[in-house]
T-cell receptor, first 110, second 114 residues
Framework: QQQVKQSPQSLIVQKGGISIINCAYE??????FPWYQQFPGKGPALLIA?????SEKKEGRFTISFNKSAKQFSLHIMDSQPGDSATYFC?????????FGTGTRLQVFP | SAVISQKPSRDICQRGTSLTIQCQVD?????MFWYRQQPGQSLTLIAT?????????ESGFVIDKFPISRPNLTFSTLTVSNMSPEDSSIYLC???????????FGPGTRLTVT
């Protein structure tokens, strides 16, 4: 199954709060999981990525948690800021291609 | 990473015409990809364009409708042929230097077909 399921579709968080976006997959052949951030009118930008042999990766306020047995992974944005308001896509590597989730529109209010 | 530019950034075209979108990268890359993104939607891969070989199209996309050229390791074009309003979308190119793990995207071309 070459799908990555992403939730929620939209998320509203207050400034300083934690934003959590979840993704799930079925294909155990996926071996790399990047997250992309896209602002309106711009192309997606690589944010952070993880391999399935690692349970957590942190870069600044962004953390990926990975649960290989459950085939789930999530993006946590700590101390969310209005500048984080964007659409976030999870993805999974399959061969030489990326399979993208459906996207989560995050709005952070002051 | 990579610096990627696309031309045009946006265009409004009439039904039945064709538009060629250019993608330029600041350094040589083997793998380039073309995506379509409907407003508010996810990314759908149109084709993979590797220099020196024919583009590989995904299910639902055909060469007659979306011809692609890849003349060298820094440049590619996507043509949207015989356009209809259903082709109104954002078209994105991306490059990959990591063998399929990480892609870097251009800013996109916003196409409106009237």
């Amino acid at each position: 199954q070459q799908q990555v399921k992403q939730s929620p579709q939209s998320l509203i968080v207050q400034k300083g709060g934690i934003s959590i976006i979840n993704c799930a997959y079925e294909n155990t052949a996926f071996d790399y999981f990047p997250w992309y951030q896209q602002f309106p009118g711009k192309g997606p930008a690589l944010l952070i990525a993880i391999r399935p042999d690692v349970s957590e990766k942190k870069e600044g306020r962004f953390t990926i948690s990975f649960n290989k047995s459950a085939k789930q992974f999530s993006l946590h944005i700590m101390d969310s800021q209005p500048g984080d308001s964007a659409t976030y896509f999870c993805a999974a590597n399959f061969g030489d291609k990326l399979i993208f989730g459906t996207g989560t529109r995050l709005q952070v209010f002051p | 990473s990579a610096v990627i530019s696309q031309k045009p950034s946006r265009d409004i075209c009439q039904r039945g015409t064709s538009l060629t979108i250019q993608c330029q990268v600041d350094s040589q890359v083997t793998m380039m990809f073309w995506y379509r993104q409907q407003p508010g939607q996810s990314l759908t891969l149109i084709a993979t364009a590797n220099q020196g070989s024919e583009a590989t199209y995904e299910s639902g996309f055909v060469i007659d409708k979306f011809p692609i050229s890849r003349p060298n390791l820094t440049f590619s074009t996507l043509t949207v042929s015989n356009m209809s309003p259903e082709d109104s979308s954002i078209y994105l190119c991306s490059v990959d230097r990591t063998g399929g793990y990480e892609q870097y995207f251009g800013p996109g071309t916003r196409l409106t077909v009237t």
